[in-house]
């Protein structure tokens, strides 16, 4: 039995069986359009620990306010918004957080909006771009259900808090 109400109404999923990511570790989904990078509360205090900071400080050097919540700061380069915590050489970047990066970070490609139809998984793939969709490892659908419901609960860090 379905565990999400809408499951039952959209029948089978056009991933029932699975979809292939690995992360190629490439950057190219920490850059792009502008937007936001959410965290959570507990995201945010794990990063600025690794970084030597109080929690005020991290959020005050890395975070920008984004309405009620806070996201990564980006910095525009030739390739796009970089995300703060991409350390680009040149066109090619990595994560220095990658270990702790965000419940955001780490749910990609697996958002309900990429998910959502072989179009806009195409889409992503093209516009990203990104290498690791459609090579390596299948993720079975149960494991891409539990990442897209990851993404939607995760709550992000409310502006209000230390340092905001």
């Given at each position: 039995?379905?565990?999400?109400?809408?499951?039952?109404?959209?029948?089978?999923?056009?991933?029932?069986?699975?979809?292939?990511?690995?992360?190629?570790?490439?950057?190219?989904?920490?850059?792009?359009?502008?937007?936001?990078?959410w965290f959570t509360a507990e995201e945010g205090q794990l990063i600025a620990a690794r970084l030597g900071l109080s929690e005020a400080a991290f959020l005050d050097?890395?975070?920008?306010?984004?309405?009620?919540?806070?996201?990564?700061?980006?910095?525009?380069?030739?390739?796009?918004?970089?995300?703060?915590?991409?350390?680009?050489?040149?066109?090619?970047?990595?994560?220095?957080?990658?270990?702790?990066?965000?419940?955001?970070?780490?749910?990609?490609?697996?958002?309900?909006?990429?998910?959502?139809?072989?179009?806009?998984?195409?889409?992503?793939?093209?516009?990203?771009?990104?290498?690791?969709?459609?090579?390596?490892?299948?993720h079975a659908f149960v494991t891409i259900r539990i990442a897209v419901d990851r993404d939607r609960k995760s709550m992000p860090y409310r502006a209000g808090g230390?340092?905001?």
């Amino acid at each position: 039995m379905s565990e999400h109400p809408s499951d039952a109404a959209e029948g089978p999923h056009w991933y029932q069986d699975g979809l292939r990511f690995t992360c190629t570790q490439c950057g190219n989904c920490c850059t792009g359009g502008p937007g936001a990078v959410w965290f959570t509360a507990e995201e945010g205090q794990l990063i600025a620990a690794r970084l030597g900071l109080s929690e005020a400080a991290f959020l005050d050097r890395y975070t920008r306010r984004v309405g009620a919540r806070r996201s990564f700061t980006e910095h525009e380069t030739d390739y796009g918004f970089d995300c703060v915590f991409l350390a680009r050489t040149g066109a090619h970047g990595r994560c220095s957080i990658y270990d702790l990066r965000p419940t955001q970070c780490r749910t990609w490609p697996f958002w309900p909006e990429i998910v959502e139809s072989p179009e806009a998984w195409a889409r992503a793939k093209a516009v990203t771009p990104c290498p690791g969709m459609d090579q390596g490892e299948t993720h079975a659908f149960v494991t891409i259900r539990i990442a897209v419901d990851r993404d939607r609960k995760s709550m992000p860090y409310r502006a209000g808090g230390a340092g905001g």
